[in-house]
């Protein structure tokens, strides 16, 4: 372990073991920590600040709120040769994902493709963890989830949708999938979040304040509304999102979410839905064909001097595997401190 | 019949037996010409002249090319209890649409989600009448395609996508549904061929000439390349249909379909792929409920005035349905000219 006075250089063992040991204390049960802290600690290992283990603070925060049930055990409802619902019992999501990913992988290897819905998770992870998992089987997936209320409708000026993330991985044979994960608002909250926290501007074309007009003060982004990205396309996507992650599952939407919370600022309790496509199925005899035909497509990509997403994540991963991740010594103090 | 020097008003019925005998003089099957003359009626009605009957013009120079095959009648592969693949045997798409969009809704009825690839087709249509045919059986449905490479992608300057669509319709009871058909592109390609048959500039976002700079000239815009909305997120977007209605159901990139029309300009051969969700099924017991939710969210979209996606589109329908539609004279004489 390397010191100095700013940051500490930890491994990723070291950072689970935080990680667990500040839920476990907390009072979520070993099954979840370990889910969780698995999350965490793959979004510092990929430099993903946003949803790293400063989330643990909101996570505490959370446990601490009385809502979620550090004990919950989720619960499986097996619908059909493509369905299944788990129910994680307003638990946190990465142990109901752990519980149901599994069987969703073995029906899209049966049925060509199969959903997932997760009920009554509280989420406060980033969805690219799981669509990897997936494709790490050799199995396609596109995740989306709701959030809580504060992305305006595009012509409109209250927040009504969350920043209702999309993700979706493609298997590659030999190395990291095809992997995106982005929110449908302009940014992640996380990151208006992030600026607040550093006391920086954000740039104006991220949100409106509360009398809809653009601003620059993170302040004021997240009590007015943000914008989703590219206009009426993104806040179309954004609906969708809502529809198919929400009233389709029987859980909530974002406004209902928010309201859920009554206000005490813990993580978004609401439901998910993960489609799974398995290319084998699909393709039958054409899959190999099929395997080299996706390939074509991310050559062309980076044959032009363009990048296919998440590569710079992959970059950082390595770096982490091989050097550990560093965190602020303010973050790392703030952590041990939440060790009870 | 109405008439003036410029235009010409047609009822629905009228314009669609000219737009069927446009299709069956030039070569193309009864049961062909009657599923595509539907959908550029459904598009005129709609007033989406860029998906409306001028691509009739389109159709029968395709049809003139010698690669579509107009006779051909689409095949079955019942894969799955969720998974049904149609080959349209190089037709156009609409009629393997219809053959397959029945069989679809019946296995997402069972199933709660299911799947319908359809391959070897010759796409010249939107994708919203496939998509709100499905909601009008209850049941959502996205929908997505490659096209022809116009499109580079975030970061790149050659083009590699196709305008690849997305489209969704989600049912409503006792109303129209809740749809949106967007190009990932920045426009649909229909859209500059419109400005350029106006002899008009572009707005200097939507595309690249062939140096890679901005152009404001429909023709150096479809020599170059055009631009995905909303940057990275929807390049990303955009692969994602490329991989999912392509190497997935063992059908081409937009690049293979380029290579493939070899230069002719025909519309482009490519498959597509049709996810339907049943929310009777993922809903069980509170699908009454979940009705009330999703119009609680357009409650709140309406509600602080923004539009629902399709709303432009679903008033030019009325209007239609009861005045009838027109079109230019040109366009009129054209059409008939192409009756042989």
């Not at 946003?50 to 925060?61: A, E, M, P």
């Not at 959030?147 to 993700?167: E, R, W």
């Not at 608002?185 to 996380?190: E, L, N, T």
């Amino acid at each position: 372990m390397q010191e100095n006075i700013q940051e500490i250089v930890l491994s990723l063992d070291e950072l689970h073991k935080l990680s667990f040991n500040v839920l476990v204390t907390n009072g979520l049960s070993v099954r979840q920590s370990n889910a969780m802290a698995k999350v965490f600690v793959a979004g510092q290992r990929d430099n993903c600040h946003s949803h790293g283990v400063w989330r643990l603070i909101g996570c505490v925060k959370t446990l601490r709120m009385g809502k979620l049930r550090g004990d919950a055990e989720p619960t499986i409802d097996d619908i059909s040769p493509s369905l299944i619902k788990i129910d994680a019992c307003f638990g946190f999501s990465a142990l109901a994902f752990e519980v149901g990913s599994q069987i969703l992988i073995e029906k899209a290897k049966k049925s060509g493709i199969a959903a997932l819905a997760i009920n009554n998770c509280f989420h406060f992870s980033a969805l690219w963890p799981e669509v990897e998992a997936i494709a790490a089987e050799g199995v396609a997936a596109l995740a989306m989830a709701p959030t809580h209320s504060c992305v305006a409708p595009a012509g409109g000026n209250k927040p009504l949708f969350g920043t209702n993330p999309i993700a979706f991985a493609w298997p590659r044979p030999g190395t990291l999938p095809f992997v995106f994960d982005m929110a449908t608002s302009a940014v992640a909250r996380g990151e208006i979040e992030l600026y607040k926290r550093a006391g920086k501007k954000i740039p104006s074309d991220w949100a409106i304040d509360e009398n809809g007009q653009a601003t620059d003060d993170p302040d004021r982004a997240l009590s007015g509304a943000m914008l989703t990205f590219g206009g009426y396309k993104g806040s179309a996507l954004s609906a969708m999102v809502e529809l198919l992650a929400g009233p389709l599952i029987s859980d909530m939407l974002s406004s209902e979410s928010l309201a859920f919370d009554e206000g005490v600022g813990a993580a978004p309790c609401h439901g998910e839905l993960i489609v799974a496509f398995d290319p084998t199925v699909f393709g039958g005899e054409s899959s190999k064909n099929n395997v080299q035909r996706a390939e074509a497509l991310f050559d062309g990509i980076t044959g032009q001097g363009a990048r296919l997403p998440s590569q710079r994540r992959f970059a950082a991963r390595q770096r982490s595997l091989e050097h550990g991740v560093s965190i602020s010594m303010d973050l790392y103090d703030e952590l041990l401190g939440l060790i009870i």
